[in-house]
């Protein structure tokens, strides 16, 4: 943006830059976080200008009138890039919560009424406005906890006018918010009940209707697909995705999460931006998998809520060679949190990841997952000036301290959009 006054963060104790090639860290590189002690970055007209040593940058912030924020010694990393969101919902499934409790499985609660058919009917009640509304209120919560760029997925709405009401939605908040916000169509979320025993019929509703319509109104950049038991069918998913393509709707797969279906292998093929779940992956398709430029997403959120038995194999994926990125997951039913530095210490202790391989996986490799790595995802001259600010003297502190909010300041496009008061 121009005409922003120059920002001027100095005397990071631990300036985290993620700088290095323009590929998705894979294996040992995970782990390099470009550290700067004694840290700075300076940003000019939304973008980063300068890294470096704050004695290094000092005199040219001053020629700049360059806006001083003293980091007193803390951690500075970039924005958090959740790559994987249901953002818009109507109201919550705290009914599905309790009965999980009490024992219920996933599937025995869509089968009482439970499930996605219920925030369908939840959102079908609920106006444009109330649906802003709470998104909103979700977005400022995003911002507080150190996240610039959210994905989210339509997948509530199973209808073309449900659908359309969701990225109409998403297009009104990336008018509102200072979040960066990335619309996927998850049109092939579930079998609507009244299609039921006819499946065909839908599925031919997404591919004729509601696909080119969302294409010709831009409403979407990539289209997504779950695939899974319960859900759609391999063969069913891989029609979706081809008539996407055809309209320029880059894929993303719900990917092996209740059990194993293939789809990890059809993500590989349709060369999707991302694979997500994985719990169910074989060794197989992991060795595949590290070999294509398909992001794993991971979302140990989900997992942890719905309390599975089986987490995805994070490390031998990482070991492997497959580019592995993190994200929240958030959505009412399996991972109701937007809190990115919950992921970070679920996916240390769940997935064995390094604290700085959760990082670069929640911020660089998750930037990869939406195809905004030139601009997103490291603190680099040229890039976003989007920063996090955590109240921390080390990052491994970050997941350490696990179910705090360490973000004091967040920075999207050098605009203070959060600041701890």
Request: net charge positive; proline share 5%.
């Amino acid at each position: 943006m121009p005409n922003l006054k120059p920002l001027f963060f100095r005397d990071a104790a631990q300036l985290l830059t993620l700088a290095g090639p323009p590929a998705p860290r894979r294996g040992a590189a995970l782990r390099e976080l470009g550290i700067i002690r004694d840290g700075a970055v300076l940003t000019e007209d939304g973008k980063i200008l300068r890294v470096g040593k704050t004695s290094s940058l000092e005199a040219q912030a001053r020629r700049l009138r360059a806006q001083a924020i003293d980091c007193r010694g803390r951690v500075v990393m970039p924005g958090f890039v959740d790559s994987h969101t249901h953002l818009i919902f109507a109201g919550n499934r705290v009914e599905d919560f309790e009965r999980r409790i009490q024992g219920k499985t996933y599937e025995q609660i869509a089968a009482a009424g439970g499930g996605i058919q219920y925030s369908a009917k939840l959102l079908r009640r609920a106006t444009e406005r109330e649906l802003l509304s709470q998104a909103e209120t979700f977005l400022d919560e995003f911002a507080a906890h150190g996240t610039t760029t959210v994905e989210i997925k339509s997948g509530y709405g199973l209808d073309v006018a449900g659908e359309v009401k969701i990225l109409k939605t998403i297009r009104a908040l990336q008018r509102r918010s200072a979040i960066e916000l990335v619309p996927t169509l998850l049109a092939a979320h579930a079998v609507p009940a009244r299609f039921a025993a006819r499946r065909a019929e839908y599925l031919k509703l997404i591919t004729e209707r509601l696909i080119p319509a969302v294409a010709r109104a831009k409403l979407a950049h990539f289209l997504d697909c779950f695939c899974d038991r319960g859900a759609f069918t391999l063969e069913e998913c891989a029609a979706v995705l081809a008539a996407g393509r055809r309209f320029g709707l880059v894929p993303r797969i719900h990917a092996e999460q209740l059990t194993h279906t293939g789809s990890c292998r059809l993500a590989i093929e349709t060369n999707a931006a991302s694979a997500d779940h994985l719990d169910h992956i074989t060794a197989a398709e992991i060795a595949a998998l590290a070999k294509s430029n398909v992001v794993a997403a991971l979302v140990p959120g989900s997992n942890f809520h719905l309390d599975t038995p089986a987490y995805p194999p994070a490390r031998r994926l990482i070991d492997a060679g497959a580019a592995v990125a993190l994200a929240t997951d958030f959505n009412p039913g399996s991972s109701p949190t937007l809190n990115m530095q919950f992921i970070l210490a679920l996916a240390c202790v769940k997935l064995r990841l390094t604290p700085a391989e959760a990082i670069a996986a929640a911020t660089l490799n998750a930037a990869y997952s939406v195809r905004r790595a030139d601009r997103l995802g490291s603190l680099e001259p040229g890039k976003q000036a989007d920063l996090a600010v955590m109240d921390v003297w080390d990052y491994r502190e970050i997941p350490y301290y696990f179910g705090w909010n360490h973000c004091i300041m967040t920075i999207k496009r050098g605009r203070i959009i959060y600041c701890r008061k």
